[in-house]
């Protein structure tokens, strides 16, 4: 292979994973926009999907029920996480909040252990089968899958911000948090729901990802991580934006991972977080007065 | 001048009284709660400084295992393989530290927020990686083996009692610092910001300045505090310094609030004394809990203190003692 079909293979593995972070990032700002929460349990809800997925999986269960009860399972706990630790915490401090999130992740990481056990749960691909040739590289069905659920999410999400009475209070709540009272959108019932969701992502997110790197206890503090430094690098207002950032972050990775070095790829993304940070704060696109849409 | 007396007096008695109960512990502890002491101690200097920074100048830092870990590498670098005088790497360490923390904070404190609190968890996130693939330097991830004990003299520092008092006495140190800045006129200055930073600019505090100082300040105590845990446990490797260690130093902070300089040493002796009881107890409770159910309950426990006392662990005590002195006040 020369070097540009090298690039290129790198280039499409980065897409993958960039998409997989896109899943984890709009849940981080759906999550921030409405309750002010960075949630650092973010991670935890993509690790139980794709632990759910695994297991289910190697209990032969078909593949589409296996995502299905993972989304759901991931929108469950999430749910759960909300009512027994955010909603009671409502009015602490911030900083409060965070820690709770910090705290609810340690717990829900000891009961994947306890329930999972150590040893990482291996998920067939979706589509078994070769992988498509495109310019001497060649692209593995699951990213393909990866792509089109992210789209089909997206999709719906936008729908369900045009189209539905939660989706419109979420941005209502969002634009202006006292005017949105005002016109009897409750604040506590957004915030179960876009935990909800955003839960649901995440689920995805750990369901799509489980046959590519499988699935283990511990994945989701680095997924979360990652997710984060995705919505950070996209502008933490802007769930758009956020995609953006994920997929440019996968393939950053990907390409320092493959041209530079592979033990250092994890340190360039955070690097690229403390110069995005440094640079541009606000984000890629967002004007520098706007503090949060 | 009578009440600065008093104050005299009173942190006099604080100091003597502190040092007392030292020497008993010293004297009549095992070596588990000695080490268990040992630890706490460590943790009380890094909480300290990042009270300092969350309490009163309102920033966060999610990276300060970094910092930690950048002394404790600095300390076992220039003395296990330069062969440096243990007490010289010290300052080293707590220079670098320093000077790394200038170089983040300085663009990052001018924005509002959760800003630098993102940077640091980048910079911890990096340092570690550092810390496992710059293998020439740092041994990789299996560390550092063969610091030398740190030594006066003739006499070698070696053993949990020995260390109970350097421990302690950089704890008491950084309260003894922490205590002095906030009491002073920049202490005021720090929580005027950390309650409205534009009010704050306007009476002419120069904000953002300010930030940075703490903020460099308490990576400071954490580079000492690192850079003294290596001589403790003569060695080190990665696996001590990396996000979650971070995650449980602020931990530290708001259970044992933010806001008040004692939360610091009550919130580190709280995390370590948590994770101990789990590991000693939990077995005894559910015959046949493993690690596994440990780390579930650990997670609950937090999260049940935090929701039980969100400003922290001490703010019962403060309001009981202000509701006593308002009835003193009444009855006088």
């Given at each position: 292979m020369d070097y540009g079909t090298v690039v290129l293979q790198l280039v499409f593995s980065g897409l993958t994973v960039g998409a997989i972070y896109a899943?984890?990032?709009?849940?981080?700002?759906?999550?921030?926009?409405?309750?002010?929460?960075?949630?650092?349990?973010?991670?935890?809800?993509?690790?139980?999907?794709?632990?759910?997925?695994?297991?289910?999986?190697?209990?032969?269960?078909?593949?589409?029920?296996?995502?299905?009860?993972?989304?759901?399972?991931?929108?469950?706990?999430?749910?759960?996480?909300?009512?027994?630790?955010?909603?009671?915490a409502r009015h602490s401090r911030p900083m409060t909040v965070i820690m709770l999130t910090i705290g609810a992740g340690i717990a829900l990481r000891g009961a994947a252990l306890l329930v999972f056990g150590p040893d990482p749960l291996a998920m067939p691909m979706f589509t078994e089968g070769e992988p498509i040739a495109v310019g001497g590289a060649t692209i593995l069905w699951q990213t393909v899958w990866a792509l089109v659920l992210c789209v089909l999410f997206f999709a719906a999400l936008l729908l369900f911000f045009e189209k539905t009475y939660i989706g419109k209070a979420v941005q209502a709540n969002?634009?202006?948090?006292?005017?949105?009272?005002?016109y009897g959108i409750r604040?506590?019932?957004?915030?179960?729901?876009?935990?909800?969701?955003?839960?649901?992502?995440s689920g995805l997110a750990g369901a799509v990802v489980a046959p590519i790197t499988g699935a283990t206890y511990d994945m989701g503090l680095m997924l979360g991580m990652k997710g984060f430094v995705a919505a950070v690098i996209g502008g933490?207002?802007?769930?758009?934006?956020?995609?953006?950032?994920?997929?440019?972050?996968?393939?950053?990775?990907?390409?320092?991972?493959?041209?530079?070095?592979?033990?250092?790829?994890?340190?360039?993304?955070?690097?690229?977080?403390?110069?995005?940070l440094l640079l541009r704060p606000m984000g890629l696109w967002s004007r520098a007065e706007g503090k949060r849409v | 001048m009578a009440t600065r007396a008093g104050n005299n007096l009173r942190t006099g008695l604080v100091a003597a009284g502190f040092a007392a109960a030292l020497a008993l512990v010293a004297w009549g502890a095992g070596p588990y709660w000695l080490s268990v002491l040992n630890v706490i101690g460590l943790y009380t200097v890094v909480a300290v400084g990042l009270?300092?920074?969350?309490?009163?100048?309102?920033?966060?830092?999610?990276?300060?295992?970094?910092?930690?870990?950048?002394?404790?590498?600095?300390?076992?670098?220039?003395?296990?393989?330069?062969?440096?005088?243990?007490?010289?790497?010290?300052?080293?360490?707590?220079?670098?530290?320093?000077?790394?923390?200038?170089?983040?904070?300085?663009?990052?404190?001018?924005?509002?927020?959760?800003?630098?609190?993102?940077?640091?968890?980048?910079?911890?996130?990096?340092?570690?990686i550092v810390m496992v693939e710059w293998d020439a330097v740092t041994g990789g991830s299996s560390g550092i083996v063969g610091i030398p004990p740190l030594a006066v003299g003739p006499w070698t520092v070696t053993g949990e009692r020995a260390w109970l008092f350097i421990t302690w006495g950089a704890a008491a140190l950084a309260l003894a610092m922490a205590h002095r800045l906030v009491?002073?006129?920049?202490g005021r200055a720090l929580r005027a910001i950390a309650g409205s930073e534009p009010a704050a600019e306007a009476l002419g505090i120069p904000?953002?300045?300010?930030?940075?100082?703490?903020?460099?300040?308490?990576?400071?105590?954490?580079?000492?505090?690192?850079?003294l845990y290596a001589f403790y446990v003569t060695f080190v490797s990665p696996s001590s310094f990396g996000v979650m260690m971070s995650m449980q130093f602020v931990m530290m902070v708001v259970v044992g609030g933010a806001h008040r300089l004692w939360g610091a040493p009550a919130g580190a002796a709280i995390l370590v004394l948590l994770s101990e009881g789990v590991k000693a107890?939990?077995?005894?409770?559910?015959?046949?809990?493993?690690?596994?159910?440990?780390?579930?309950?650990?997670?609950?426990?937090?999260?049940?203190?935090?929701?039980?006392?969100?400003?922290?662990?001490?703010?019962?005590?403060?309001?009981?003692?202000?509701?006593?002195?308002?009835?003193?006040?009444?009855?006088a």
């Open positions: 899943l984890v990032a709009v849940g981080f700002v759906l999550i921030y926009n409405v309750t002010g929460v960075l949630n650092f349990a973010q991670g935890e809800f993509a690790a139980v999907g794709a632990l759910t997925a695994a297991w289910l999986s190697m209990r032969g269960l078909p593949l589409w029920a296996c995502v299905v009860l993972a989304v759901l399972v991931a929108a469950v706990v999430a749910a759960g996480v909300e009512r027994a630790v955010v909603h009671p969002v634009m202006n948090r006292f005017a949105a009272r005002l604040p506590t019932a957004l915030s179960f729901w876009v935990f909800v969701v955003s839960g649901a992502v933490l207002n802007n769930a758009a934006a956020a995609v953006v950032g994920a997929v440019l972050l996968g393939v950053v990775e990907a390409l320092a991972a493959g041209l530079l070095s592979s033990g250092y790829a994890d340190a360039i993304s955070f690097v690229l977080l403390i110069a995005m | 009270s300092l920074l969350m309490g009163y100048a309102g920033q966060v830092s999610l990276g300060h295992a970094g910092f930690y870990g950048m002394g404790a590498y600095v300390a076992a670098v220039l003395s296990a393989k330069l062969g440096w005088n243990g007490w010289l790497t010290l300052p080293a360490a707590v220079l670098l530290t320093m000077a790394v923390a200038w170089a983040v904070g300085l663009p990052t404190v001018r924005l509002r927020e959760h800003y630098l609190a993102m940077a640091t968890l980048g910079l911890g996130v990096v340092v570690h009491t002073s006129p920049i904000a953002s300045r300010y930030k940075l100082a703490v903020f460099v300040l308490s990576a400071g105590f954490a580079g000492l505090a690192g850079a107890y939990l077995p005894a409770l559910l015959p046949g809990a493993g690690g596994e159910v440990q780390l579930v309950f650990y997670g609950l426990l937090l999260v049940v203190i935090l929701l039980l006392k969100p400003d922290g662990v001490l703010t019962g005590w403060a309001a009981w003692r202000h509701k006593r002195s308002g009835e003193h006040a009444r009855t």
